[in-house]
């Protein structure tokens, strides 16, 4: 956790931005997997992680923007909790810990929203992900839960977005210890990838290497042999020579719940094929390129098409795309190749605060979000600022039933040779992702360099 201090300046950074009604922050509750007392592992809700700080299922905070206090909600433990569970800090040694000296049992929470409500005061509340949470927001605030959407407080998820973007300089320390044990995590699996290893044997031992030394996966690993799958979460498939293996993988910290995602591709058994080595350098091309034109004031936007452009110059020279770089992108021709957008925030989520809304996080009133296919997969569209931290993550795949649409609906003949393409549908796909900040000046890559470079990938692979 951070000091006490810190959990009350983001509360008193929300007054700034909020000047009336109250704010409600559930926690998150234990979530059962097959049976009530058989839980997931438990993850709080990050908003709540954000003000309150704590990392216990059933709490809750409200925020007063009138009264200027700030409310920390749960039950003290009974001897039946502490037998099961050990001796437990009280509310109010809890409170202390992020600065609220106002606490009161779970049940006050509910009491504290009534008043509200019946003085007519505004209630904000943040859009619940969980059927848990939005049960007991419909209780609390007798709205069904059918309509809690159209209640959402678009004050206050501006608000929290305002204010979670901008990372500080501890938040960045927290994330960049995660990108670290990315590190072990991604060259522990390069060490792996050699022919009859299958795949859920690396997949494993990184999930190991992420709670061994940080914490839990940031999110399902996508590890695969068909990396053209974009999100590939099978694990069945036996490495074979010829393939390369996508590992997308990062974890998130226990305490805090700060994330990393990074995805590295390399070829099964260590050495490129000229093929290979061929379409990984575009791909590498497009990742630096973007990298390096990160700093403050520039759309994502147009990094996105920046990269995109990369991609369409380098097939261009293999022969898999024609025509003019420009106007290509600008039809949206190269989605065939990378559909997908370029990056998203990062933070306490993967997609950071993506339950609150993508296009309140990824867009704004100047930068709205595009409606071509390709294009309008990119999370992140809008103006960057210092203190920002996102992703930068290029592709190139061949998905042979895409390829086989487009081609049959004569999609952009102008800018793809498709009797080319149709010779790559067995090469799977090739995704390289990195976690930057940007700066006042410009960015810096977060973490311990993972190997990138074809030479650092045949270096580590070595036996
Ligand atoms: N790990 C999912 C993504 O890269 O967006
Ligand atoms: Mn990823
Ligand atoms: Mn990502």
């Known amino acids: 956790m951070f000091a006490p201090e810190i959990y009350a300046a983001r509360r008193e950074a929300l007054r700034k931005e909020i000047k009336s009604g109250i704010a409600v922050f559930p926690g998150n509750t234990e979530a059962s997997f097959n049976y009530p007392s058989n839980t997931y592992h438990f993850r709080q809700d990050s908003t709540f992680s954000y003000f309150f700080g704590l990392n216990q299922p059933d709490l809750a905070g409200i925020v007063d923007f009138e009264s200027r206090t700030d409310y920390l909600y749960g039950n003290d433990v009974d001897m039946d909790d502490i037998i099961w569970m050990g001796p437990q800090p009280t509310m109010v040694d809890r409170g202390k810990l992020v600065g609220i000296a106002s606490t009161a049992p779970l049940a006050s929470f509910g009491k504290y929203i009534a008043e509200a409500l019946a003085k007519g005061r505004k209630v904000h509340f943040l859009p619940p992900y969980r059927g848990e949470t939005k049960i007991q927001l419909s209780d609390l605030l007798g709205i069904p839960v059918a309509s809690l959407k159209a209640n959402i407080s678009v004050e206050l998820i501006k608000a929290v977005v305002k204010l979670r973007s901008i ?23 390069m060490k792996m990838a050699y022919p009859g290893v299958v795949e859920q044997e690396i997949a494993g031992t990184i999930e190991g290497v992420a ?32 393939r390369m293996l996508v590992v997308d993988a ?214």
């Not at 300089?169 to 699996?189: C, F, G």
């Open 250 to 463: 990062g974890c998130e910290s226990v305490e805090t719940l700060y994330s990393s995602d990074i995805t590295r591709t390399v070829p099964v058994g260590g050495k490129f094929s000229q093929r290979q080595r061929e379409i990984y350098e575009i791909v590498l091309e497009a990742n630096l390129k973007a990298i390096d034109a990160i700093k403050p004031g520039i759309p994502y936007r147009e990094i996105h098409l920046l990269a995109a452009g990369v991609i369409v110059d380098g097939l261009k020279k293999l022969g898999l795309m024609k025509g003019d770089t420009k106007a290509a992108v600008e039809a949206g021709a190269h989605a065939l190749f990378m559909p997908h957008g370029l990056g998203h925030m990062m933070g306490m989520d993967v997609h950071d605060m993506e339950n609150l809304g993508e296009d309140y996080v990824g867009y704004d009133e100047e930068i709205v979000r595009s409606k071509q296919f390709g294009t309008a997969f990119l999370r992140l569209g809008r103006k960057l600022q210092p203190g920002f931290v996102l992703t930068v993550e290029p592709g190139i795949y061949f998905i042979p039933a895409l390829i086989d649409q487009w081609k049959n609906e004569g999609q952009h003949t102008g800018f793809i040779n498709y009797d080319k393409v149709e010779t790559y549908k067995d090469f799977g796909g090739i995704r390289i992702e990195d976690d930057v900040l940007v700066t006042e000046t410009g960015h810096r890559v977060l973490g311990k360099p993972i190997p990138k470079t074809v030479a650092e990938i045949e270096e580590i692979m070595k036996r």
């Open 167 to 189: 990372k500080s300089a501890e938040e960045v320390v927290e994330i960049e210890k995660m990108v670290d044990a990315a590190w072990l995590m991604h060259t522990t699996a």
């Open 211 to 242: 709670l061994a030394n940080a914490g839990p996966v940031s999110f399902p690993i996508i590890l695969s042999i068909h990396g053209e799958t974009l999100h590939n979460h099978y694990h069945g498939n036996t490495l074979t020579e010829g």
